[in-house]
C-alpha cells in the first residue's frame, strides 16, 4: 500500500461509545479507534515525555532481554540498574563510571581475566587494576603511542 494522507476524516461513534474510523483500502473495510491507529503509527518510535523531556526506553530484568539481539540493542538493566547496549555479540555497560555506597563514587571495578582479543584505541591509554590474567590464546594489543598499565 502507498502512502496515504487522510485529511478531515470525521470520526463515528461506535455502539460502546468510542470513537471510530472507517478506512476502506481496495474494497475491504476496517474500523479503528484513534487509541488503535495512534499505536500504529507510533509503534517504531521512541515514545518521550515531551519534546525537550526523555526518552522513554526499554526497562527489565536480564532474563528479560531479547532472545536474538542484534548491534544497536538498547535497554535499561533493573537487575543492576544500568543502561545496556548490544553490540552484535554481547551486552555491555553504557556510559557509566564509578560506583560506590549511597552518594559515592569513588570505585571503578574491573575484571580480573581477559577472555578475548582485545586492541586499545590508536593515542589512547588505559588501566587494570590486577592481578590480570590473559587467557591462552588470547592477545591484547597495544598500538604505537598508547600505553596499558595495570596496577
Same mark, same amino acid.
Not at 543502561?83 to 571503578?108: K, L, Y
Not at 581477559?114 to 592477545?139: D, F, H, R
Given at each position: ?5 487522510i485529511s478531515q476524516l470525521p ?13 476502506? !483500502? ?24 515531551? !519534546?525537550?523531556? =526523555?526518552?522513554?526506553? $526499554?526497562?527489565?530484568? /536480564?532474563? /528479560?532481554?531479547?532472545?536474538? $539481539? ?10 543492576? =540498574? ?5 553490540? @552484535? ?10 560506583? @560506590? @555506597?549511597? =552518594? ?25 587494576? @590486577? ?11 597495544? $598500538? ?8
Amino acid at each position: 500500500m502507498a502512502n496515504v494522507k487522510i485529511s478531515q476524516l470525521p470520526a463515528a461513534s461506535s455502539a460502546s461509545g468510542t470513537q471510530e474510523f472507517e478506512i476502506n !483500502d481496495s474494497g475491504t473495510s476496517r474500523k479503528a479507534t484513534g487509541a488503535q491507529i495512534k499505536a500504529y503509527v507510533n509503534a517504531d518510535r521512541v515514545e518521550k515525555t515531551s !519534546d525537550t523531556g =526523555s526518552a522513554k526506553v $526499554p526497562a527489565g530484568t /536480564q532474563a /528479560q532481554r531479547d532472545g536474538t $539481539p542484534a548491534a544497536g540493542y538498547f535497554r535499561f538493566n533493573t537487575d543492576v =540498574s544500568k543502561f545496556e547496549g548490544h553490540n @552484535g555479540t554481547a551486552w555491555g555497560s553504557v556510559g557509566g563510571g564509578a560506583t @560506590g @555506597g549511597g =552518594s559515592d563514587e569513588v570505585f571503578v571495578e574491573n575484571g580480573q581475566t581477559v577472555t578475548s582479543n582485545y586492541t586499545l584505541t590508536t593515542n589512547k591509554n588505559a588501566m587494570s587494576v @590486577g592481578p590480570i590474567t590473559v587467557n591462552s590464546g588470547v592477545t591484547v594489543t597495544v $598500538p604505537t603511542g598508547s600505553n596499558w598499565v595495570v596496577l
